[in-house]
């Protein structure tokens, strides 16, 4: 099936999110959808599949236009989407989860569930799954639950499938097996819309591809395009994607943890007898697949943690049982994964932000008073040395874009007396021009010798600026590599195989 979007344009009070965009997605085609996070991407989408009404446009099917009034109607037209958060019920079976919302009965109202698990098995013998129909879906591993998510549009007689965002929670043997998914549903005639921003996933498996930037579209690539060049039309100007660092020279000293246990409130263990190092002048990454205990690690490690078990020693200071405050009046940075929740007052300005926990600090304060002109300076000089674009430090910080936001948390960190910096999603929902200089302030950071742990789940970030690698799955350290280990041996060890060569 043939899909057109023409000059669809939708609207948030003064925001445009889509500025008169075309798109033509062929039968057998998978047009990639690339762009940094707040481009549109996903706004459009849910145009198509009608969570959203488009204020200008139209959309055809086979050159018949198209008006749905929500997703039934994009569904019933041949339309499915796959979700980057999936849409299932854990407690049900995948046969439950697929029939959902279009049930077969029997006689008397009965649910056939016999017929749909047919029409599973029917479905996963066609593309080479290996799914149980009567499984639960809570206990599926994540790859596996995004199969009963295609099952379930395919089900639904989909021409037209859109992908949004679908690696990111899965490892990279997942990852390449959803990219062979892809190329059996495109041979066998299904259009795919596959909605990401990173640059290796798209040319890797993208027949087309169309680059959104600010709402509009921007410009078409081949797959033969460089990563370079797709940068460049991403963000507007030339970037440098490798990150250039020396090898690390380690001191001593530096963080030691050991035996750390995080129990959440009801008693449930999120992290489970983990140790390890990290030396002044290094930086130990932490990688995994989203939920397997890296955020209470890191909450763990700036006292936000309920109940923590175990030892978190800075150069000889123990630091479990300290408040927050006091922890980072040890000289720890910390860099948080939701920069809106926790990292930065929205209200606030530029300048406030950069002092949030310090506004006591003499060289701001005296007698209980804010210094405005100390402020303002202190303010400016970070606004220059980070970039942040913004009208000037009183400007608020919940207008400034999510690169410049994640800008403002970074200065605020880097400019500590820093012992320690722990940074987690270092560059999510930034663009690639905020990547390229978040990742040089990481380096800069380590090689004046401060030990560094960076949390994220991207794995090309984690390979580019570790030096160790520590994996986690399901709560423990299932092993610490060396930062150039293979992305195959790391999607082994995220999915919970120990690697044999640990190193120390």
């Given amino acids: 099936m043939k899909l057109e979007l023409r000059g669809i344009t939708k609207r948030f009070g003064s925001l445009v999110a889509n500025d008169h965009i075309d798109l033509v997605v062929e039968p057998g085609e998978i047009h990639a959808l690339l762009g940094e996070n707040g481009a549109g991407k996903s706004t459009l989408m849910n145009v198509l599949y009608g969570l959203y009404r488009a204020d200008e446009g139209e959309i055809l099917l086979d050159d018949v236009p198209q008006h749905f009034r929500g997703p039934g109607d994009a569904m019933a037209a041949g339309i499915g989407m796959v979700h980057q958060h999936f849409m299932l019920i854990p407690v049900f079976t995948v046969a439950e989860n697929v029939m959902l919302g279009h049930e077969d009965t029997k006689a008397l109202g009965r649910l056939d569930l016999n017929a749909a698990r047919r029409h599973v098995r029917e479905i996963a013998q066609r593309f080479g799954f290996e799914i149980d129909p009567d499984a639960l879906v809570g206990d599926l591993p994540v790859g596996v639950q995004q199969r009963v998510e295609i099952i379930k549009a395919l089900s639904r007689d989909a021409k037209v499938l859109v992908f949004d965002e679908p690696t990111a929670v899965l490892t990279p043997q997942e990852t390449d097996e959803l990219m062979a998914i892809m190329r059996q549903l495109r041979d066998a005639g299904t259009s795919i819309v596959f909605i990401t921003h990173k640059l290796r996933e798209v040319r890797e498996v993208a027949d087309r591809i169309t680059v959104i930037r600010l709402g509009k579209v921007v410009g078409e690539a081949s797959p033969t ?188 960190e880097m400019s500590r007396d820093l012992r320690l910096l722990v940074v987690a999603q270092p560059t999510r929902g930034v663009d690639v021009g905020s990547i390229e200089f978040i990742h040089k302030r990481i380096i800069e950071t380590r090689d004046a010798g401060i030990p560094i742990i960076v949390v994220s789940t991207e794995l090309d970030e984690v390979t580019a600026l570790a030096d160790r690698i520590a994996v986690m799955y399901r709560g423990t350290v299932v092993g610490i590599v060396p930062g150039d280990t293979p992305r195959d041996t790391l999607g082994l060890m995220m999915a919970g195989e120990t690697e044999p060569e640990v190193a120390a």
């Fill in 225 to 412: 395009a460089t990563n370079a060049e797709l940068a460049s039309l991403m963000v507007g100007r030339a970037v440098e994607l490798t990150v250039h660092k020396d090898a690390a020279r380690p001191g001593e000293g530096g963080l030691q943890v050991r035996e750390l246990r995080v129990l959440t409130g009801t008693g449930a263990i999120v992290v489970d007898g983990v140790s390890f190092d990290v030396r002044p002048g290094e930086i130990l990454a932490v990688a995994g697949v989203q939920g397997n205990g890296q955020t209470e690690l890191v909450e763990a490690i700036v006292g936000l943690a309920p109940r923590v078990e175990g030892s978190i020693s800075l150069d000889g200071t123990e630091l479990v049982g300290k408040s927050v405050h006091a922890i980072l009046g040890e000289g720890v940075g910390f860099v948080p994964e939701d920069r809106k929740i926790d990292g930065l007052v929205g209200g606030f300005s530029v300048a406030e932000n950069l002092i949030l926990d310090r506004s006591s600090d003499p060289a701001f304060a005296r007698a209980g008073t804010l210094r405005r002109s100390a402020l303002d300076s202190f303010a400016r000089d970070r606004i220059t040395e980070y970039d942040i674009r913004t009208q000037g430090p009183q400007t608020a910080a919940g207008t400034l874009s999510g690169g410049n936001q994640q800008k403002v948390v970074i200065a605020r």
